[in-house]
């Protein structure tokens, strides 16, 4: 991004940013006003609710009353009050009185609570009842919420308890009116608030009726059920975020018992159009004043950019090797002296780039000569005791020459082999080919090339290493090239055997770690500092007495060719552990 389009972002954004503070600042207030109106609303509707269940039951209590003292119910008494009573002839008294007062339920009892007539539930005649009534609501003087089984269902209801007395024997009136649709349009609630009384999960209604996905409200109202306190919510009924409703639940309780959950909602649409209202205000102020920014910022950017785009240009070229690139400077402002400390800068990259140039070259120099010199100096020095011994064979005991001349030239062979090995080590880590990859099974690769060594553990006069072998269920395949893998896969074997000279263990894992191969080679040996370990990979150097240090570079070097990462960890006298981690096969 150029230094013009910043200019134009940065004013452009300052202006959109107010704009954007003031509109969210504005949404926020909004929202909790709103919040707070229908919060006031649904309390208002529990209240009214309340209210409405006060003066229902007063009612309902008054017309219990008045069957009470009917004379049917003083002849049910008389009747029952006798040694051997005949009670069927009542058995439709209840169903009368309750058509006559408008009682949904009604039950006469005897003493003992059978039931001598039944309104809603005539075949119960003899039964006791069942209603959910504690012993302090049989003398409770006002109506109270209870739930009442019923031929379709339970069904919740506000219901009052009266009881009569003939000599001895007492009977009792316990009637009322169901929790219903009715009753919830009798609360007269405001526009935008709905009243909806949760029964059960198969039963919810409104004023209007049963309630269409009324699962919804599960969560809701087992929050209700586990706190016994009210609760609130948002529900959204469907895609459309205007659908949403916030609700209240208020359990329904006797004792300990939820009989439902009545729930007070208010709609949001009202508020979500005000949001919306309110955030494309914002968008078109903001965008205008955008526009506005982008000319204000591009009148200013015209006049400081077009330096600046110099020295961009300048810097590019510097960052693509071209040193000798330079600015015009033509003023003495601040745009001015970054031009000329620029100009100064390149001057001095160059002079320290043909210092650096040089010392480099220096010190890889003295490195490939000291390395060198170390390898070369162990087998020359026996080459050079061999030929004296010959020399010294020749003139002093001829008759032994011969014997002295074959045991010289063997030991001759023996330390060329070793010079050409060293030679070609440095000649393989010189011209590492590119791999030449294939479809390999890891387990499989480690599982050979283990074999290989195994004869050589097993060895007798050395001490023995045990192997390990934790690897993954199945094959591991990964695209490589075997013989490369392979090679680096030995070297990291020989530098574990190396690292225990008196013997160990040599710990092989492989398993998917996170998408990629993950390779392990781990030994007990006495392992290595922490400034080693991040040396360890570094070519020449080594922390053996006898070693190229060539070893791990070209593992290294193996690794990375095949789009791997390989690292080390290790503790003075806890082992080292190699880690290698490469794509699976097919993997992008």
Same mark, same amino acid.
Do not use: C
């Given at each position: 991004m150029t230094f013009r389009t910043k200019l134009l972002v940065v004013t452009s954004l300052t202006v959109a940013g107010a704009v954007a503070l003031v509109t969210g600042v504005v949404s926020v207030a909004t929202r909790r006003a709103f919040e707070t109106m229908d919060q006031q609303r649904r309390n208002a509707l529990l209240d009214q609710f309340q209210k409405q269940l006060d003066a229902q039951g007063d009612e309902i209590t008054r017309r219990i009353r008045r069957i009470a003292a009917s004379d049917e119910m003083l002849r049910i008494a008389i009747e029952a009050s006798r040694r051997e009573p005949d009670l069927a002839p009542f058995l439709q008294t209840a169903a009368q009185q309750a058509e006559g007062q408008s009682l949904d339920f009604l039950d006469v009892l005897k003493g003992d609570a059978t039931i001598v007539s039944s309104a809603h539930w005539p075949a119960r005649f003899g039964f006791r009842?069942?209603?959910?009534?504690?012993?302090?609501?049989?003398?409770?003087?006002?109506?109270?919420?209870?739930?009442?089984?019923?031929?379709?269902?339970?069904?919740v209801a506000l219901i009052a308890v009266q009881r009569v007395n003939a000599g001895e024997e007492k009977i009792t009136i316990a009637g009322g009116k169901r929790l219903n649709r009715q009753f919830l349009e009798s609360l007269g609630v405001a526009p935008g608030v709905r009243a909806l009384l949760w029964l059960s999960s198969s039963e919810v209604l409104d004023a209007r009726g049963?309630?269409?996905?009324?699962?919804?409200?599960?969560?809701?109202?087992?929050?209700?059920? $586990?706190?016994?306190?009210? *609760?609130?919510?948002?529900?959204?009924? !469907?895609? =459309?975020?205007?659908?949403?409703?916030? &609700?209240?639940?208020?359990?329904?309780?006797r004792g300990d018992t939820m009989l439902g959950v009545l729930l007070a909602g208010t709609s949001l649409a009202d508020q979500m159009w005000l949001e919306q209202w309110i955030l494309y205000t914002g968008v078109l102020v903001g965008g205008s004043g955008i526009l506005l920014g982008v000319l204000v910022g591009w009148w200013t950017t015209e006049r400081v950019s077009r330096p600046v785009a110099q020295l961009a240009s300048a810097a590019k070229s510097v960052a693509a090797g071209d040193l000798s690139a330079r600015v015009p400077v033509a003023?003495?402002?601040?745009?001015?002296?970054?031009?000329?400390?620029?100009?100064?800068?390149?001057?001095?990259?160059?002079?320290?780039?043909?210092?650096?140039?040089? $010392?480099?070259?220096?010190? *890889?120099?003295?490195?490939?000569?000291? !390395?060198? =010199?170390?390898?070369?100096?162990?087998? &020359?020095?026996?080459?050079?005791i061999t030929v004296e011994n010959l020399q010294r064979s020749r003139t002093q005991t001829p008759e032994e020459f011969d014997e002295v001349f074959r045991e010289s030239t063997g030991t001759l062979l023996k330390e060329i082999s070793n010079l050409k090995t060293i030679i070609g080590r440095f000649s393989d880590f010189s011209r590492m080919p590119a791999p030449r990859l294939e479809p390999v099974d890891l387990n499989g690769l480690v599982r050979d090339t283990l074999q290989l060594f195994d004869a050589q553990w097993k060895q007798p006069g050395r001490a023995p290493i045990e192997a390990a072998l934790e690897l993954s269920s199945g094959e591991l395949q990964v695209e490589a090239d075997p013989e490369q893998l392979g090679r680096a896969l030995r070297n990291l074997v020989l530098n574990a055997m190396d690292a225990m000279p008196e013997g160990g263990t040599l710990t092989v894992r492989t398993q998917w770690l996170n998408?990629?191969?993950?390779?392990?080679?781990?030994?007990?040996?006495?392992?290595?500092?922490?400034?080693?370990?991040?040396?360890?990979?570094?070519?020449?150097?080594?922390?053996?007495?006898?070693?190229?240090?060539?070893?791990?570079?070209?593992?290294?070097?193996?690794?990375?060719?095949?789009?791997?990462?390989?690292?080390?960890?290790?503790?003075?006298?806890?082992?080292?552990?190699?880690?290698?981690?490469?794509?699976?096969?097919?993997?992008?």
């Open positions: 009842n069942d209603w959910l009534i504690t012993a302090e609501d049989w003398q409770s003087p006002k109506a109270f919420l209870t739930r009442i089984p019923a031929p379709e269902g339970t069904a049963p309630v269409a996905d009324a699962a919804k409200l599960t969560p809701l109202v087992e929050q209700a059920r $586990a706190t016994a306190k009210p *609760a609130t919510g948002v529900i959204r009924w !469907r895609e =459309a975020r205007s659908s949403s409703e916030a &609700l209240l639940a208020m359990p329904l309780l003023g003495k402002d601040e745009i001015g002296s970054l031009g000329r400390a620029f100009n100064h800068m390149t001057q001095q990259l160059i002079e320290q780039r043909e210092r650096a140039i040089q $010392a480099e070259r220096v010190a *890889a120099w003295r490195e490939l000569a000291r !390395r060198l =010199a170390h390898e070369l100096k162990n087998p &020359l020095f026996p080459l050079q998408g990629t191969a993950h390779l392990e080679v781990s030994d007990t040996g006495k392992g290595m500092s922490e400034e080693e370990a991040s040396r360890l990979f570094t070519p020449y150097y080594t922390t053996k007495q006898h070693g190229t240090g060539l070893g791990l570079a070209i593992v290294q070097s193996v690794i990375s060719d095949h789009k791997g990462r390989i690292a080390v960890h290790s503790e003075p006298g806890k082992g080292a552990t190699f880690t290698i981690d490469l794509p699976a096969r097919n993997s992008a």
